[in-house]
C-alpha cells in the first residue's frame, strides 16, 4: 500500500529559527513529489516539485531534498518568519503523468514573532 | 491566467440530499482530478477525468460520480449526503507532464 507520512504532525519555533519538515513514503517508485502550503481553510499553493530524476529544488528561502532509495523527503526553511506559519503538505506523485497525488497529513508550523 | 477555479466556495446540505460541485480548470489543461479533505487530514483522491472520461478512481463509494464536458470543466455530485462527507473539496487540473494546480476548494458542511 503507497502511504506518506509527516513528521512531526505539529511544530512551533521562534522567529529567525532554520528548520526541516520530514516526509517519508512507502513505494521508492515514484513519478515525482510535490511539497505544499495550505492557510486554514484555503486551497494548496505549490511550494516546491521535485522530479524522481532529481536530488532536490530550491526556492527563496526553501529548499526541498529527495531520498528515492531510503523513501524520504526534507523541506528546510531558513530564517523562518511569522508569515511561513501554515500546513505544510507532502504529495507523492504515483502513476506517471497520469498518476494521481497520494498525501501526507501534514505539518502545522507556527513560527512566533 | 486565471488558474482553476472552482464554485460554489461554501455550501451547507441536509443529510440525504445531493450536491454538485463545480470545477474549471486552468487555462490548456485537459485533466481534471478531485480530492476530498477532512479536518486535520491530507486530500484523498476521489478520481481523475480525461477526455469525458473517468480515467482512475480512489477508494469512494459509487454515490461519489463526476462528469468531465467538451471545455473540459467538471462536477463533482455527491448522492444521499451523510455527515462523513462533510470536507472541503479541492480540484486540480494538469496537462501532459501531470503537474497539478489546486482550486481554492469548496467547503461542504453536511447537518
Known amino acids: 500500500k503507497q502511504e506518506v507520512t509527516q513528521i512531526p504532525a505539529a511544530l512551533s519555533v521562534p522567529e529567525g529559527e532554520n528548520l526541516v519538515l520530514n516526509c517519508s513514503f512507502t513505494?521508492?517508485?515514484?513519478?515525482?513529489l510535490q511539497w505544499f502550503r495550505q492557510d486554514p481553510g484555503k486551497g494548496l499553493t505549490s511550494l516546491l516539485l521535485?522530479?524522481?530524476?532529481?536530488r532536490e529544488q530550491t526556492s527563496g528561502r526553501l529548499n526541498a531534498s529527495l531520498d528515492k532509495s531510503s523513501g524520504r523527503s526534507t523541506l528546510y526553511i531558513a530564517a523562518s518568519q511569522p508569515g511561513d506559519s501554515a500546513t505544510y503538505l507532502c504529495a507523492v506523485h504515483y502513476g506517471g503523468s497520469q498518476g494521481n497525488l497520494i498525501f501526507g497529513k501534514g505539518t502545522k508550523l507556527s513560527v512566533k514573532p | 491566467d486565471a488558474g482553476v477555479t472552482q464554485s460554489p466556495t461554501h455550501l451547507i446540505k441536509t443529510r440525504g440530499q445531493q450536491v454538485t460541485l463545480r470545477c474549471s480548470p486552468k487555462s490548456g489543461h485537459d485533466t481534471v482530478s478531485w480530492y476530498q479533505q477532512a479536518l486535520g487530514q491530507g486530500p484523498q483522491f476521489i478520481f481523475q477525468?480525461?477526455?469525458?472520461?473517468?480515467?482512475q478512481r480512489g477508494n469512494f463509494p459509487d454515490r461519489f460520480s463526476g462528469h468531465q464536458f467538451p471545455n473540459y470543466s467538471s462536477e463533482l455530485n455527491v448522492n444521499a449526503l451523510l455527515l462523513g462527507d462533510s470536507a472541503l473539496y479541492l480540484c486540480?487540473?494538469?496537462?501532459?507532464?501531470?503537474?497539478?494546480?489546486f482550486g481554492p476548494g469548496t467547503r461542504l458542511t453536511v447537518t
Open positions: 513505494d521508492s517508485a515514484i513519478y515525482n
Open positions: 477525468y480525461y477526455e469525458e472520461e473517468e480515467r
Open positions: 486540480a487540473s494538469s496537462s501532459y507532464n501531470g503537474q497539478q494546480y
Open positions: 521535485i522530479q524522481s530524476s532529481q
